[in-house]
Every structure is written in C-alpha cells, then in structure tokens.
C-alpha cells in the first residue's frame, strides 16, 4: 500500500509523538476514565495515579476521541 | 438527582423503585450521549438504540461501580464508550478493506514521487529512513496495523477486521511507533527533526 502525502504526514506525526511510558493500553485507560473525568469536570488536581490516563489518551486516539465525548456528555448533563 | 449508593441500590432487581430509576437514569444518558455523540462519524445514530445497549450493561455491571466517581460519571462513561464503539461500526462499513488484503506481504511504501512532503531535498533522507525503518523494524502484524490505522480505521475496527481486540491493537500500534522513534534517534534524527519534515 503506498501511502499518500496526508498519510506520510500523520505516521511522521505518529512517530514524532510516540511515548514509550505508556502503560496502560486503552483498557487500563476506560478503567480509569471516569476517575479522570470527575477529577477534571471539579477542576481538582489529577492525582498522580491518574496521570497514565492522560498519557494514553495524547498517544491514542480512540480514548481520546471517547474522552472528549463523555466530558462533552457530562457537561451537558450538568448544565 | 440520587446519592451514589442510592442509585446502585434503586437500580438493583430487588428494588421497589427501580423502574423510576432506571427511566431517570435513561433521561440521564440520553440527554448526554444525543449531545456528545452528534455529527461525529458522520453517522446518523439513534441515541435511544444506544441508550437501551448502556443501560443494559450498566445493569449488568453495577457491582463493577467502585465508588471512586461519582455513579453517574462511572454509568455515562460506560455509555460513550458503547456509544462511540456503535458509530465507528458504522463509519467502517463503507470503507475499503484494502488495507487488510495480505497479498503484497503487508507493505507500507512511502510513495515518495507523489509525496509534496518530500519536494524539499531535505527531507528526502529522513523519508528514506523512515521507509528503512518500516521494512526492517516491524513485524508484519505492526505494518498491517499502521497502514490500516492510517487509511481511516480506529483501533477498535482494525480490532474487528483481525479478529482481535483493541488493547491488543493498540499496543502493536504503539509499539510500532516506539520503534520507528528510536530506529530515527539511532540514525540521528531527533523528535524536532522528524516533527519539522511536517513544517
């Protein structure tokens, strides 16, 4: 498969971005998300047992994607 | 609105009040998903589909509530990632599978003449390498996952396609792009030299 400009683009990115103190995969990270969220959504300080969460969701972007969706969802479900 | 413990015990089977709180709790989601779901994917979706999908997991899943959010943050969070995984199942289904047809061994070519990227000499060698780096250093299953992840489809639907499942996908993903990171720093090109080809 030949890649095209936009996609050489994004696997540079990919690449440039990778970080290899990811350890907890995108399970690890749903188990956690809510944790995360409700820590944001108060506007405390995450604690420092969460901030793996933060680490996976920059690296992926299906949990990112997820993540920015359920705070959307609680936001509106606050207002 | 209920108390965390209220809602875990309104929602029991047992419960006296459990169809008032499940239809509260089914106002709840619905209000969110339909706002926090809308135009992504570019899918039309119903949120009351969805919704019933959630609750029935929720249902299922209340022992697995630990208490650490609040009931509420815990339930939609189960439910955007119902929600969502729906949506992308949909946005796959138009899309071409010739990402996963293995007849050309899984290649993933930097197409370099076609590339505007590389219309300035001094990305050439970075692109060179990186072609380098995706033939030597990963594994076929790590190239099948690159350039299927690059033609549009999300961990969870390349997870689909291989018959494996997303963390699974995630990881070859990740450790794909460690790979190529650290093949770049071993040939001398550092984080900024490979972000900079983007300038």
């Keep these: ?79 | 609105m209920y108390e965390d413990d209220d809602w875990v015990e309104r929602l029991r089977p047992e419960h006296g009040e459990r169809e008032a709180a499940i239809t509260e709790l089914r106002s709840i989601l619905l209000r969110g998903l339909s706002k926090s779901l809308n135009n992504r994917y570019g899918k039309q979706f119903s949120a009351e589909d969805i919704v019933q999908d959630a609750l029935i997991r929720i249902l299922d899943s209340l022992d697995q509530f630990q208490g650490k959010s609040k009931f509420i943050t815990w339930a939609m969070t189960v439910a955007t990632r119902i929600g969502i995984s729906s949506l992308r199942r949909k946005y796959h289904e138009d899309m071409s599978l010739d990402a996963f047809a293995s007849e050309d061994g899984f290649r993933v070519q930097i197409a370099t003449e076609e590339s505007a990227v590389v219309d300035e000499s001094d990305k050439s060698e970075l692109l060179e390498v990186l072609q380098r780096l995706i033939d030597d250093a990963l594994t076929d299953k790590q190239r099948l996952v690159v350039r299927s992840f690059l033609s549009g489809y999300s961990t969870d639907g390349i997870a689909e396609q291989t018959g494996t499942n997303r963390n699974a996908v995630y990881k070859l993903l990740h450790d794909a792009r460690v790979k190529l990171k650290t093949g770049f720093a071993e040939a001398g090109f550092s984080a900024d030299d490979v972000t900079m080809a983007l300038a």
Excluded: W
């Design chain 1, 1 to 79: 498969m030949k890649l095209d400009a936009n996609q050489i683009a994004e696997l540079i990115q990919l690449t440039a971005t990778a970080r290899s103190e990811d350890t907890i995969g995108c399970n690890g990270c749903f188990e956690l998300m809510d944790q995360f969220a409700q820590a944001e959504l108060e506007g405390r300080d995450v604690p420092q047992a969460l901030e793996v969460v933060r680490i996976h969701i920059e690296q992926c972007k299906c949990c990112r994607d997820e993540y920015d969706a359920l705070l959307t969802a609680l936001r509106e479900i606050e207002a």
